[in-house]
Nanobody
Framework: QVQLVESGGGLVQAGGSLRLSCAASGRTFSLYTVGWFRQAPGKEREFVAAISRNGGSTYYADSVKGRFTISRDNAENTVYLQMNSLKPEDTADYCC???????????????????WGQGTQVTVSS
């Protein structure tokens, strides 16, 4: 089992940048595929990005491709989401999910992830 804690959210102007962190407990973090998701008020949670266990594979939602970068440091048990060129429509609560995975799959479905953090709020002003 793994526990996840997100940090790094805040208020930023459009065009600005933020880096989110997803810190995990446990000594087997390298076994987990990790995804970032976001949920805006009144909307369903949506996929943002995912990264494989060793960081060699990544996948992004079309809406963030070219602006966001997901990465991980398994020695630090942390996954990052670097967000550049932020837009007001990026405003949401961002959370990370994790799943033990021995394949190369990078699922986009919320249901595919077993463990979740509490989230961190990102607000982008216009």
């Amino acid at each position: 089992q793994v526990q996840l804690v997100e940090s790094g959210g805040g208020l930023v102007q459009a065009g600005g940048s933020l880096r989110l962190s997803c810190a995990a407990s446990g000594r087997t973090f390298s076994l987990y595929t990790v995804g970032w998701f976001r949920q805006a008020p009144g909307k369903e949670r949506e996929f943002v990005a995912a990264i494989s266990r060793n960081g060699g594979s990544t996948y992004y939602a079309d809406s963030v491709k070219g602006r966001f970068t997901i990465s991980r440091d398994n020695a630090e048990n942390t996954v990052y989401l670097q967000m550049n060129s932020l837009k007001p429509e990026d405003t949401a609560d961002y959370c990370c999910g994790a799943r033990v995975d021995f394949t190369s799959a990078l699922p986009m479905s919320v249901k595919a992830y077993d463990y979740w953090g509490q989230g961190t709020q990102v607000t982008v002003s216009s």
